[in-house]
């Protein structure tokens, strides 16, 4: 049971380029989205997060947009930098377990120079 | 460094053996949770600790998987009887309860396990 879903594998962006990551998921009870993002060899680190009661938020170069009645959040990268080059997770938690987080499959950008 | 650490990083073995992965969380971080991620996919919930109380499991966690946090710690995570299914990386996070971040997890680097 896929709750979250990232259907773009792979996304391919030029360097100072906006990068639009999508995530879509099923459960009207997630109340709170993350974003983590990761490198080879490496765990997953946190990178934004997003209410249900806010419909955007920003922090520096991302921006993350939650449209509640679509189930769909993206995540937005501007300017992107090769830097930026990782596999993203899109992630949910819900109203009736604070503690269990799920998944999509991931995306993962490739920022050409 | 004062991040999530797992150990060892890498493991294979044979398929039948017995395998077991230790988790350090960050120092104040009362809650540990353990993830297996397989290739293509994102990190999948296998269980979770408050202190020293596994408090709850997944259905992917099954008889042959057993979590232990005795001392409100460190974790292990061992797999008995090993199957090629197995083979995953094996991912721990741990978080700080009413830390008012809406519990942020943090990820340690993972165990990625070979069964052969």
């Known amino acids: 049971d896929q709750q979250v879903k990232q259907n773009s594998p792979s996304l391919s962006v030029q360097e100072g380029r906006i990068s639009i990551l999508n995530c879509d998921y099923t459960n009207s009870m997630f109340d709170y989205f993350l974003w983590y993002k990761k490198y080879p060899a490496e765990g997953p680190t946190f990178l934004i997060s997003i209410s249900s009661i806010k419909d955007k938020n920003e922090d520096g170069r991302f921006t993350v947009f939650l449209n509640k009645s679509a189930k769909h959040l993206s995540l937005h990268i501007v300017p992107s930098q090769p830097g930026d080059s990782a596999v993203y997770f899109c992630a949910a938690r819900g109203l009736d377990n604070f503690n269990k987080f799920y998944f999509g499959s991931g995306t993962k950008l490739n920022v050409k120079p | 460094d004062t991040g999530v650490s797992q150990d060892p990083r890498h493991k294979i073995t044979k398929r039948g053996q017995n395998v077991t992965f230790r988790c350090d969380p960050i120092?104040?971080?009362?809650?540990l949770y353990w993830y297996r991620q397989t290739l293509g996919q994102g990190p999948e919930f296998l269980t979770y600790f408050q202190n020293e109380a596994q408090l709850e499991k997944s259905r992917l966690l099954s008889d042959r998987f057993s979590a232990e946090r005795p001392k409100g710690s460190f974790s292990t995570l061992e797999i008995q009887r090993t199957e090629q299914g197995d083979s995953a990386m094996y991912l721990c996070?741990?978080?700080?309860?009413?830390?008012?971040?809406?519990?942020?997890?943090?990820f340690g680097p993972g165990t990625r396990l070979t069964v052969l």
């Open positions: 120092s104040e971080h009362n809650r």
């Open positions: 996070a741990s978080s700080l309860a009413g830390g008012g971040s809406y519990n942020e997890q943090f």
